[in-house]
């Protein structure tokens, strides 16, 4: 697979749809390349190559061997170290999709991040099974000097979690409580994400009544 298919995907409309429909021709066999692009490439040619790999594993994840799975993470991980601003989002982006349980140090890392990484990263925590991170998340959720993105992200990532999430009710149902409109570190809509959250953990495989309202909720990639 030659590297110029990871730049195809820098152009907008036909060209970038053609070579995402490439890519996934060639799966998870595409993963060298696009681990040769985030070790060497330019910082927009990583986030192609992050943002290629997103769409592979969205595709065809349960299908990658352990192998390949490991090697899409050492590949991330390196690349989310000599990364920044985007590029380092779309890194996160593509550790939540992989749900491999060595990217969960560094994922829970930067839910230190003060707003977007953060966002980013509780939005990819939401992804895994793991206990571990319910803590975590609560204590994004009960940081009054967060912004409220951030803290409803926490919220939103609970909910996915499901009835893992139950030690974090408490902290969610402490926080239906914030008030609204007093500073920058709440708001109705993280209130929003809050409520739905416990309806979720209370009642697995309730489906998220934060969709289908445009883009009231996209801070949190919910349309």
């Known amino acids: 697979m030659d590297s110029t ?6 152009f907008p409309g036909e060209r970038r749809a053609a070579a995402l429909e ?3 021709g060639f799966g998870a066999d595409a993963l060298p390349t696009l681990a040769a692009v985030l070790a060497r490439g330019t910082p927009e040619a990583k986030q192609n190559a992050a943002k290629a790999l997103y769409f592979l594993l969205e595709r065809g994840e349960a299908t990658w061997t352990v192998a390949r799975r ?6 991330l991980l390196a690349a989310l170290q000599s990364s920044d601003g985007d590029e380092r989002a779309s890194m996160i982006d ?6 491999h349980p060595g990217a969960i140090p560094a994922l829970l890392a930067y839910l230190d991040d003060s707003n977007y990484l953060c966002v980013c990263a509780a939005r990819a925590l939401g992804r895994t099974d793991d206990p571990a991170v319910v803590e975590p998340l609560a204590r994004v959720l009960a940081d009054s000097q967060k912004f409220w993105v951030p803290r409803g992200a926490a919220a939103v990532a609970l909910g996915d979690l499901g009835a893992a999430a139950t030690p974090a009710l408490p902290a969610l149902e402490s926080a239906l409580h914030d008030a609204v409109g007093r500073d920058e570190t709440w708001d ?4 929003e ?3 739905d959250a416990i309806a979720r953990i209370r009642a697995p495989g309730t489906p998220s009544a934060l969709t289908g309202h445009g883009s009231r909720y996209e801070m949190w990639g919910i349309s």
């Open 5 to 10: 298919l990871v730049d195809e995907l820098a």
């Open 188 to 191: 109705e809509r993280a209130g």
């Open 22 to 24: 490439a890519l996934t």
């Open 94 to 99: 593509a550790l939540g999709l992989l749900r």
């Open 70 to 75: 490991d090697e899409a993470l050492n590949a």
């Open 193 to 195: 994400a809050v409520a």
